[in-house]
């Protein structure tokens, strides 16, 4: 069925009307020497390592074929299987159009062959890698399903897993035009909708409680690629409005909630709202992102702890916790701020997408080994692990591979406006663009940010409106610009673009400076901690808290390999920054001979003192690291250090005596304990996760040297009278009712674990709660074990 005259004009005016800017293909701009053209470098070598044969493997064995290779570990063997698969397609698809490597082509073509073949054999247009996928899929279509956080049907996020494949044949096709991967996207799409056709929207919005990536966002590509309505429909079914519907009415929502559930979402919005003029989700997703990054975001461009959104009023958690921000969160936050800048070209857009590139996607990646970063801690004296080619299948793996191949994606955009061209120069990046409907090439070239100036030069005649954005972090005033040598008059103010209209010649060159002065920027909250920045650029210092340790920043193939594991360093032995005012900046001074490095005579205490060196966070590796520092007087700076070791004993004191621990209701901590339950359901109390169930649920949990004695459980007062078992590897330990009249709203109960079970188990204890007849198993708000 094709679009009706009406709703195609709809698609017509939401894809032209409101567009104020174009980015240009990524196979327009090529990168020149620079920090960033060393990451795509590093990571073409890290995508060429993996092997395609056994990242095909889960696509093969659920189509009934023969594997050429076995599948790789981690995520891709125990549940998330396939997933790597579809990331891996749309980065071998992105590093194509970037560099036009003919090698990189020649496997993606392969990745294609080898997914039609799988494609194919399953003989309905579905290929996937979801491990027993086509029984649950056949579920879902009878309407017998149940979703929570992170499952559907038991099935580990298999949208969201699916999700992937889609994008990646989008990106093999709209990247590297291969013409298979349309068709079989569009073949895929076909499948989803005869699975849906009979979930009533109801139910729909049942399974969409559970994580499933973009799918409206790449339906809707979808629609516009073929012009068929139906995949719109579809896009907009997939649509969760348990989301969508606050975010319409500007009302933040979000505390509590997965954080990279729902960025693709928005996206998904937006896309939505652009291909239908359907404003209201397009202002829902500018909103979203207003609010995320006003008000939930940290100094590197990241949001989110422990993957969730957390009280945006407090954000102590960012300090106290080693799991924050992690890298898909801004991988995707950027693919939104590249959607909304085409529609509203606003410098803040930029602004904020040069912070997070620089800070946060730049810093993830391993120079040398070309690992990537999941958690990047803002706990002062924490560290970060990187993955390795073989072993680690992160999603931030996978959305790593693609970020490091599109560095090209933002820097340039172009508009025509009233018959006149313009051309946007967002950042600073060295690279050369060529502008093929105006004939002409333009070179920026520069060391920035270790020189605080840029060149321009455009090769070819033309007549355009060159906007250069002037930077928030540039004083008023101080932005300066010459053409041909001579000084142009700059009207234009920080956060938005000086413009320069004029017939352009062959040779023209505009050298821009970009003066950068220290700054402090206080955490969101206004609590006592503050990052250090210079111009756009974090600057983090390398610490040595313990002398004598060897830390491994290498992440193994565990399930929560991703998250360090190392010692947590006590916060009143963080060096702090001792100044009887805040206005220490001055203070700062620059490194003879070592660009963006620079030391702070009489400020730093604690630590390596007045030797401590700020260097760019994006340059800071294989080490403990202080972003956000503490501030205090000298009169003061001994009672606070006393309040920090007050305020942290008894939590330091926990976990030390905890050997494992779970956050039931979160998504990651669940699924790396091997969730299971059946008529299981979590949800939010008072800003809290929970986990329930009317039968059961259960995690396995690590005690490698046997040395467990009890479980430590946290339950809530307002579920009084449920009663329910607590089995520990088959054995009933512990019959429960819960308690009326607890004093407090949530609290803690021991159990002790039977030494006997503990010696006999093999350094794993599955822990299962049993509903009893009529009650339920529940709620259960926190589990550790204890030695």
């Known amino acids: 069925m094709k679009l009706t005259r009406i709703a195609a004009l709809l698609f017509t005016l939401g894809a032209t009307c409101a567009q104020a800017a174009d980015l240009f293909p990524l196979q327009a701009v090529r990168l020149g020497p620079s920090p960033f053209l060393d990451a795509q470098t590093t990571d073409l070598n890290y995508l060429m390592a993996m092997e395609p044969d056994r990242l095909l493997a889960p696509f093969l064995r659920e189509a009934g074929l023969t594997p050429k290779q076995p599948s790789y570990g981690n995520w891709e063997s125990s549940g998330l299987d396939g997933h790597m698969g579809g990331h891996y397609l749309s980065a071998l698809a992105l590093m194509y159009a970037s560099t036009g490597d003919a090698e990189v082509k020649k496997r993606l073509d392969y990745f294609v062959a080898e997914l039609k073949r799988a494609q194919t054999a399953n003989g309905d247009g579905y290929v996937g890698g979801v491990p027993g996928g086509r029984a649950a899929w056949r579920d879902v279509a009878a309407g017998k399903l149940h979703a929570d956080n992170f499952s559907v049907n038991g099935k580990w996020v298999p949208w969201y897993n699916l999700h992937k494949v889609y994008a990646g044949l989008r990106d093999a096709y709209r990247y590297a035009g291969n013409e298979d991967a349309k068709a079989m996207l569009i073949a895929m799409a076909d499948w989803a909708l005869r699975l849906t056709s009979r979930l009533t929207d109801e139910q729909m919005q049942q399974m969409l409680k559970a994580e499933h990536g973009g799918m409206n966002e790449v339906l809707a590509d979808v629609a516009q690629m073929t012009g068929d309505q ?295 909250d206004k609590s006592n901690y503050y990052a250090v920045l210079y111009g756009p650029v974090v600057l983090a210092a390398k610490t040595n808290p313990f002398p004598t340790e060897h830390l491994n920043f290498l992440a193994d193939d565990s399930r929560m390999g991703h998250s360090p594991s190392g010692q947590v360093c006590p916060l009143e032995a963080a060096p702090t920054f001792v100044s009887d005012s805040k206005d220490f900046t001055r203070r700062f001074k620059p490194v003879k001979g070592k660009p963006l490095t620079f030391t702070a005579p009489g400020v730093v205490q604690g630590g390596a003192g007045s030797s401590t060196e700020f260097i760019p966070f994006f340059r800071l590796h294989d080490s403990r690291y202080m972003i956000y520092w503490q501030q205090s007087t000298p009169a003061e700076f001994a009672r606070m250090k006393e309040e920090n070791a007050a305020n942290e004993a008894e939590r330091l004191a926990l976990d030390a005596q905890t050997i494992d621990q779970v956050a039931p209701g979160e998504q990651q901590p669940e699924s790396d304990h091997g969730f299971k339950g059946e008529g299981a359901d979590a949800g939010l109390n008072n800003g809290r996760h929970w986990r329930h169930a009317t039968k059961w649920f259960s995690y396995q949990l690590n005690d490698p040297r046997h040395e467990a004695k009890a479980l430590r459980l946290t339950f809530a007062r307002g579920d009084a009278g449920r009663r329910f078992d607590i089995v520990v590897d088959g054995q009933r330990i512990a019959e429960v009712e819960l308690a009326a009249g607890e004093a407090q709203e949530f609290y803690t109960r021991d159990f002790a674990l039977p030494p006997a079970l503990v010696q006999g188990a093999n350094g794993k204890l599955e822990v299962k709660f049993v509903a009893k007849e009529g009650s339920m198993a529940g709620g259960l708000y926190g589990l550790r074990l204890m030695r």
């Open 230 to 524: 139906r995949y719109m429909d579809l896009a907009l079914r997939f649509s969760h409005q348990a989301i969508l519907q606050p975010l319409e009415q500007h009302e933040d929502k979000l505390t509590g909630l997965h954080a990279n559930t729902q960025i693709p979402k928005v996206i998904g919005f937006k896309r939505i709202g652009e291909l239908t003029g359907r404003k209201d989700m397009a202002d829902a997703a500018a909103f979203f992102w207003q609010t995320v990054v006003d008000h939930r975001t940290v100094a590197i461009g990241g949001n989110s702890v422990r993957e969730h959104f957390h009280d945006d009023k407090d954000f102590s958690p960012m300090i106290n916790e080693v799991e924050g921000p992690e890298t898909c969160n801004t991988y995707n936050m950027l693919k939104l701020t590249e959607m909304l800048f085409e529609t509203s070209d606003k410098a803040s857009y930029a602004d904020y997408y040069e912070r997070a590139l620089y800070n946060h996607i730049l810093a993830s990646e391993h120079p040398g080994t070309g690992g990537f970063v999941y958690f990047t801690p803002m706990r002062p004296n924490q560290y970060r692990v990187y993955s390795q080619v073989d072993q680690a299948m992160w999603c931030c793996v996978g959305s790593g591979i693609e970020s490091h191949a599109k560095y090209g994606e933002f820097i340039y955009a172009h508009e025509e406006k009233d018959g006149k061209a313009a051309l946007f120069v967002n950042l600073f990046i060295p690279s050369t663009l060529d502008w093929r409907e105006k004939n002409v090439k333009v070179t920026q070239a520069n060391n920035f940010p270790d020189q605080t100036s840029t060149r321009i030069t455009v090769d070819g005649d033309a007549s355009f409106a060159l906007k250069i954005r002037y930077p928030a972090w540039v004083a008023p005033g101080k932005l300066a610009v010459k053409v041909n040598g001579k000084a142009v008059k700059v009207d234009a103010a920080p956060g938005s673009y000086v413009s320069i209209d004029r017939a352009w010649k062959k040779g023209d060159r505009v050298d821009v400076s970009l003066p950068m002065t220290m700054r402090l920027e206080q955490m969101p």
